[in-house]
């Protein structure tokens, strides 16, 4: 299991296909679920031209760490790997990569999901947006909806 | 005898200061803390974090924690 | 959206990446759910060496674009990319990948568990599976359950 | 005057072949079209595709058409 804290941008593709080889794990895994989440031009109502994203060095990776234990006890995983950007972050840039090795897929995605999910609603992140009338606050996250 | 007390994001900038030192005085709890900081019962909606966990607002702290408000998160 | 079938091995994310960025939505896509399917090396209580995967060249084609033409009328997406091998595959090689890009993650996310769900009871292909015993046709995938 | 039929994995090995033509006769089913190369009746397990599109078995044909049998797909 890894997380990790970035300032810098990434490319989650390669450090997800970069991580999966350092696994011994060859021939296990029948599932990986992955999540990449990006900045949009466009976020409630108006156009953002970037983001200045704060976290609680220590406390937010600590959490992290918690979440991906909690969701390898609730489901039958293989490895899990998370990474989210802090600090400046522009247009069409990755903000976080999640990725669920698992045996079987339901447990994957359902375990790439619930993490996506405490990541929104729980993990110390704030996102400031610079839009065309200043910067603000992001309230809430939108819903992640289950439409099935 | 002290407790360290952190701001993040909004509350950050409303408070103008990222982190202070408050004096600890056994029987504090986290509304003291922000009580002693702000002058005023701690807003509702404030989450806070001691020792880098969620906690409630009357935990009971000991000498050398840390004690954190923030917005609600906006991460992911 | 893309759908192509395939008999060599492929490296699903490089051909996310590469995908993605002949996409003209840069800035418009804040989530992409990605779901790669490997063979394991063991399936059905057995220890299994590889397998065949057969399809019906033309209606797996037709089903599988049928698939995620339904998903976009259900889902608000921006674009859709599935990928799936036939022939001879290997232990720990990529059968099948689905990659969903939307502006929210809801939407991407159910919508690639939506594709494979129907990839796997509605697409035709058949496994046959090489193991210790001989060769055996795989009678049913195992369920994708939702746990949530 | 013709329908195409196609088999797959299972039913091809089982069959001994992967496609055959038959006979067009005004009226033939889905049905029919099996009773006429395997004369027996079609098991309830049996999937049916005609012109590439999943079938139901009493599906009145036009000449011309391509059936396929297959069992339970396992893809993904």
């Known amino acids: ?148 | 005898m002290s407790i360290t007390v952190k701001y993040f994001a909004l509350i950050r900038e409303q408070a103008g200061k990222s982190q202070e030192i408050v004096d600890y005085r056994p029987g504090m709890t986290v509304s003291d803390v922000w009580r002693t900081v702000m002058d005023e019962d701690l807003p509702s909606d404030i989450k806070v974090a001691v020792n880098m966990e969620y906690s409630g607002t009357d935990l009971g702290l000991n000498d050398g924690d840390e004690v954190a408000f923030f917005p609600s998160v906006t991460g992911g």
């Open chain 1, 1 to 148: 299991m890894k997380v990790e804290i970035t300032e810098s941008i990434f490319k989650p593709y390669e450090k997800i296909e970069q991580y999966q080889k350092s696994l011994q794990i060859h021939g296990q895994y029948g599932a990986v679920a992955t999540f990449v989440g990006s900045m949009r031009d466009f976020n409630d109502g108006q156009q953002v031209s970037g983001m200045m994203l704060e976290h609680y060095p220590g406390m937010t990776e600590k959490h992290i760490e918690k979440i991906c234990q909690h969701a390898s006890e609730k489901w039958s995983l293989l490895d899990v790997l998370v990474i989210h950007r802090v600090g400046e972050v522009t247009i069409g840039e990755p903000i976080v990569a999640i990725a669920v090795w698992a045996a079987h897929r339901g447990d994957a995605m359902d375990a790439c999901r619930h993490i996506l999910e405490d990541l929104k609603y729980q993990a110390p992140f704030w996102k400031k947006e610079h839009a065309g009338g200043g910067d603000r606050w992001v309230k809430n996250n939108t819903a992640g909806y289950l439409k099935d």
